[in-house]
């Protein structure tokens, strides 16, 4: 091998190297922006993608390329309780701004929701409408109307989902619905471990007038088996992330209030 084809490995080897570091700090690349960045062609890029696809490191999608996860199996309600307890806090009080009092609020299972019960207990002329039997629990010394949804009991977090629970929330309605979820992916949207949950999530979302996210900045870039839904069909996202421009972007185009706080 001569001198020109060892430094040819070399520089795709570095290069190779950046694309990486890029895509660990971004979670996402876009295909256009790297030969400028790279001072490289862009058939070259591509030829790159294609090298770190192939090794596993990355997928190719249109336009970009994004990390290459194993999918997130979810945590136990106790367990999810003690992870940034502060940044869900600061969640919470946010969202309890968005409730007045008369409205009919819908709260999906999760930490981040059961904190939101907690919050609102000594509010009057609320209607709580859940699918989680901590939180009704939670609320049951309260002045609240609470309407607990049947189904089939997720005994690790407390969750009740499945036909049963769909079936009863068809046949309801909410002024906001606040949801947590385990994953949160600029491809593939909003994610659950479980598929049963993932299909619950989607009906309290339809029966919705309007649907507030509520994670914390480790829900970025995360994958679940069970999708629930795109960003796009989200109303408001309050988030502890601090989101980059290209973020901001993405939700911007999906017409997604957002609140970093």
């Known amino acids: 091998m001569n ?121 009057k002329n609320i209607t709580v409408i859940t699918n989680a039997i901590n939180i009704a629990n939670d609320l049951v010394d309260s002045e609240l109307e609470v309407i607990l949804v049947g189904g089939s009991l997720i005994k690790d977090t407390s969750t009740l989902v499945g036909p049963l629970a769909d079936e009863t929330l068809r046949k309801i309605s909410c002024d906001k619905l606040f949801m947590g979820v385990d994953g949160v992916d600029f491809n593939v949207g909003l994610t659950t471990p479980n598929i049963l949950e993932a299909h619950t999530s989607r009906v309290m979302m339809s029966i919705a007038g309007e649907v507030i996210l509520v994670v914390d900045e480790t829900k970025f870039g995360r994958r679940s088996l069970g999708v629930i839904s795109k960003l796009k069909d989200i109303d408001k996202i309050i988030t502890t992330k601090v989101l980059s421009p290209k973020e901001l972007e993405e939700f911007s185009m999906a017409k997604v209030t957002v609140y970093m706080v």
């Not at 997928?59 to 106790?78: D, E, P, S, W, Y």
């Not at 940044?87 to 946010?94: G, L, T």
Request: glycine residues 6%.
């Open 3 to 123: 001198n020109k084809q060892n430094n040819n490995i070399v520089f795709q080897e570095e290069r190779l190297e950046k694309i990486l570091a890029m895509l660990e700090k971004e979670d996402r690349l876009v295909t256009k922006d790297l030969p400028k960045l790279l001072n490289t062609t862009t058939v070259t890029i591509r030829k790159d993608l294609a090298l770190l696809e192939q090794r596993g490191l990355l997928k190719r999608t249109h336009g970009g390329a994004i990390k290459v996860k194993k999918l997130f199996k979810g945590q136990a309600l106790n367990e999810k309780e003690k992870i940034n307890l502060g940044q869900k806090r600061r969640i919470v009080k946010k969202a309890a701004q968005m409730i007045q009092e008369g409205d009919t609020i819908l709260l999906d299972s999760g930490s981040t929701t059961s904190l939101i019960a907690k919050e609102i207990k000594g509010m």
